[in-house]
């Protein structure tokens, strides 16, 4: 691995060829710097090479590294959010990616209101691989609930969905996962005939980002290629 500034490089090289293959603009996707575990110094480094997109699982570091990093950047909370600790984060995100129940976005909605938020963007996290170790809904039950969020809770606002798809040696064995996220999302809009803004797409990780924008990801979401490896020994 090279340094932060060498990976990011390499990491928008391949993010401009996969939209190329594909035939779709770069701006279409935003890349996300998934920095958890890793140091301030790493992020502020990431942040000079123009970063502002950061995805952070743990409610506790990025509370953190948000006071400790300055004001423009956009905070991604990518891991599973327990309904207790929503209040700590819910004015300091703009995007909550692992949404998998209704509880847990009428939670977002009470401290939304009860913190002056308007809205509160959310993704709908999707087990696409019908795994038993992931988070995540069934794809059968996405519109039902999706539907319910949107016409119940007023704070919550439903931009689209995220998976985290399994985890394989050839990216192009996750494929196909992708694919049916788009034709899930498609689904949804043809069946949400009042809301029109659930387009967001996060999916694809280090392993598998190229095949993700390949397929119409509009958020990838990439750790490692950018960071190198995480140390967990330390925590
Ligand atoms: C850690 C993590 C990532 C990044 O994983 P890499 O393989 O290091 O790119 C992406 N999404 C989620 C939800 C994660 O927890």
Same mark, same amino acid.
């Given at each position: 691995?090279g340094s932060?500034?060498?990976?990011l490089k390499?990491v928008?090289?391949?993010i401009?060829e996969?939209?190329a293959?594909?035939?779709?603009?770069?701006?279409?996707v935003t890349l996300i710097?998934v920095? %958890?575990?890793k140091p +301030?110094?790493?992020?502020?480094?990431?942040?000079? *090479?123009?970063?502002?997109?950061?995805? =952070?699982n743990?409610?506790?570091?990025l509370v953190?590294k948000y006071?400790k990093?300055p004001?423009?950047?956009?905070?991604?909370?990518i891991?599973?959010?327990q309904?207790?600790?929503?209040?700590?984060?819910?004015d300091?995100v703009c995007?909550?990616?692992?949404?998998?129940?209704?509880?847990l976005?009428?939670?977002?909605n009470k401290?939304?209101e009860?913190?002056?938020?308007?809205?509160?963007?959310i993704l709908?996290?999707?087990?696409?691989?019908?795994e038993e170790?992931k988070?995540?809904?069934r794809?059968e039950?996405?519109?039902e609930?999706v539907?319910?969020?949107?016409r %119940?809770?007023?704070? +919550?606002?439903?931009?689209?969905?995220m998976?985290? *798809?399994?985890?394989?040696e050839d990216? =192009?064995e996750n494929r196909q996962?992708?694919?049916?996220?788009g034709k899930i999302?498609v689904?949804?809009?043809?069946k949400?005939?009042?809301?029109?803004?659930v387009?967001?797409m996060?999916m694809g990780?280090?392993?598998?980002?190229?095949?993700?924008v390949e397929e119409?990801?509009?958020?990838?979401?990439v750790?490692?290629g950018?960071?190198g490896?995480?140390?967990?020994?330390?925590?």
């Open positions: 691995m932060i500034t060498d990976n390499q928008e090289r391949n401009a996969a939209c293959r594909a035939g779709r603009s770069r701006d279409e710097a920095s %958890k575990t +301030v110094e790493d992020l502020k480094e990431a942040y000079d *090479a123009g970063i502002r997109e950061f995805g =952070e743990k409610v506790q570091e953190d006071e990093l004001k423009d950047i956009h905070w991604h909370m891991g599973h959010l309904r207790n600790k929503v209040k700590y984060i819910v300091k995007l909550i990616h692992g949404v998998d129940s209704y509880e976005a009428e939670e977002i401290q939304a009860k913190k002056g938020v308007p809205k509160v963007d709908i996290e999707i087990n696409i691989g019908n170790t988070y995540g809904i794809k039950d996405t519109f609930l539907d319910r969020i949107i %119940k809770l007023p704070y +919550v606002n439903v931009r689209g969905l998976c985290i *798809a399994p985890y394989v990216p =192009e996962y992708f694919v049916e996220m999302i689904d949804i809009k043809s949400l005939k009042y809301s029109s803004h387009d967001v996060s990780m280090t392993g598998d980002y190229q095949v993700a119409g990801a509009t958020m990838v979401r750790g490692t950018i960071f490896e995480r140390d967990y020994s330390m925590s």
